[in-house]
């Protein structure tokens, strides 16, 4: 039985996930890891941490699916992460992620500048603290004896790629979100590596997402046997490979994620940069890029009102099931969910969290599920700049929250659109494999159910939409405010 193996590499843990050629998931392994923040600002991994596990539950799926061995295996990675390694590849820091916020001094001075107006219109990422461009800033500014030493400046999907072949290499689609590459030609931008003062041998060489190679003879590790000849495709990003997995054949539906971040994303033909630096565009595959925009604030907020707001520690879903109790709008309660700064549309690390209306009739369910109501209302803020430019009549729903089905209703109702659930929920790990099958020259291959369709409610849309209106207003008064 031939099966094929997508690993994601995400913000709290790896996910692999084996799939036959009909795309029926056979089996999957999560291994999750520890983040740190040693100032408010600042958030880190291991990234032999990461390494270690995700090779650990690449051995644990094979080793489970023998004597079948895997047809490929295919990556797919967060963006925006930068490690510094020396010459023998050890990493001189922690792996820096997209939270980390410690470069927005620097991003705020040059955001509305002419040079940062030029930066964004060549790379498509916004200036912004969580793009490794601005953490380089930082480093340089405030490490200028690492920022000099450092052999290369790489991501966490390149620096387990070198981990196993030996060469540092980024794709296209990893590499476009780093802020330093040329969306256009798809090369390391001069211009941007000259106000760096960073030579493009200090980063990993660019390639495409289709970059296959094989296990060197010699390699020590317990999987080694069973993927000795078997190809290892570098895939892309989470963010392009999600909407890559419902859209294999050209079409061009959205894609809304809310894992621990959020994000709405659309393919397109070529690239666009909005002209108010609201959006991003990244490079997908060939000649297909990646339109949209993406929040800091998904499931880690309702991670933190369980675990540090409420101290309740609960199961998630017994948890996020408190929210059935309480109609939609939560009786006028409104959270703004911005716990780790934002994104878009703000684009300003150092947005805040703010609960408005609260009364003495609100209780625990209602913040639970103002909270939820409040990512989707975020979600909305940038997804509808999206519609704007582009037809939607369904979006595509991936990540954790597409297991609830409240969440899911509230993404219909908001959006009032038709929303798709897959039964396959690992959309950037199927997404890799879509990726895979292409690089060794197969057909795409989609064979999977259409899952579960969620319909808008138009009564609790038009609750929605009233809410939302406030929910607008509230961050619009009080995006120049936060300090």
Not at 381 to 395: C, D, K, P, Q, Y
Not at 439 to 457: E, H, Q, W
Request: hydrophobic share 45%.
């Amino acid at each position: 039985m031939n099966y094929w193996l997508g690993v994601d590499i995400g913000t709290t843990a790896v996910k692999v996930a084996a799939f036959s050629d009909e795309g029926k998931l056979l089996r999957q392994q999560s291994c999750a890891y520890e983040m740190f923040h040693p100032l408010p600002c600042q958030s880190e991994q291991d990234p032999d941490e990461i390494a270690g596990k995700t090779l650990q539950c690449l051995a644990d799926i094979t080793q489970g699916l023998l004597p079948s061995r895997p047809a490929a295996v295919a990556f797919s990675a967060m963006m925006h992460s930068l490690i510094a390694v020396n010459e023998a590849g050890d990493p001189l820091t922690r792996c820096i992620i997209w939270a980390d916020s410690r470069a927005e001094p620097y991003a705020r001075a040059l955001k509305n500048t002419e040079t940062g107006k030029r930066f964004y219109q060549a790379s498509g990422v916004p200036i912004h603290a969580m793009s490794p461009f601005c953490k380089l800033l930082w480093l340089r500014e405030n490490d200028a004896a690492l920022f000099q030493r450092a052999h290369k400046f790489i991501g966490i999907k390149e620096y387990i790629w070198s981990r196993l072949f030996g060469v540092y290499e980024a794709d296209t689609s990893v590499a476009s979100a780093t802020g330093l590459l040329n969306l256009h030609t798809l090369q390391w931008d001069e211009d941007i590596l000259q106000y760096l003062g960073l030579e493009a041998s200090r980063l990993s060489a660019v390639t495409s997402v289709k970059k296959t190679r094989i296990l060197p003879e010699g390699a020590h590790w317990a999987a080694h046997e069973a993927l000795k000849d078997t190809p290892f495709v570098i895939g892309g990003s989470d963010g392009a490979l999600a909407n890559l997995s419902v859209s294999p054949e050209g079409q061009q539906p959205m894609v809304a994620t809310i894992g621990t971040s959020s994000a709405v994303r659309i393919l397109a033909g070529s690239p666009f940069v909005d002209t108010d630096m609201r959006t991003f565009c990244y490079h997908a595959m060939n000649d297909q890029y990646i339109l949209g925009g993406a929040g800091n604030n998904g499931a880690v907020v309702l991670e933190w009102l369980n675990h540090t707001f409420f101290e309740a520690d609960q199961d998630m879903n017994l948890f996020l099931k408190e929210a059935e109790k309480v109609e939609p709008g939560c009786g006028g309660l409104i959270f703004l969910p911005y716990l780790l700064g934002e994104r878009a549309p703000l684009w300003n690390a150092r947005a805040r969290g703010v609960l408005f209306g609260l009364t003495i009739n609100h209780s625990r369910a209602h913040m639970i599920r103002a909270a939820m109501e409040a990512v989707v209302y975020s979600l909305y803020s940038f997804g509808r700049l999206v519609m704007e430019r582009n037809t939607v009549a369904a979006i595509h729903a991936t990540g954790g929250f597409a297991q609830n089905r409240l969440w899911v209703q509230m993404l219909a109702d908001v959006f009032e659109r038709t929303v798709v659930v897959s039964d396959a929920a690992e959309g950037s790990a199927w997404g890799a494999i879509v990726v895979a099958r292409e690089a060794l020259g197969l057909p795409p291959l989609d064979k999977r159910s259409p899952g579960t369709i969620y319909m808008p409610d138009p009564q609790t849309a038009a609750i929605y939409r009233r809410q939302f209106g406030l929910f607008e207003q509230l961050m619009v008064l009080l995006k120049d405010q936060f300090i």
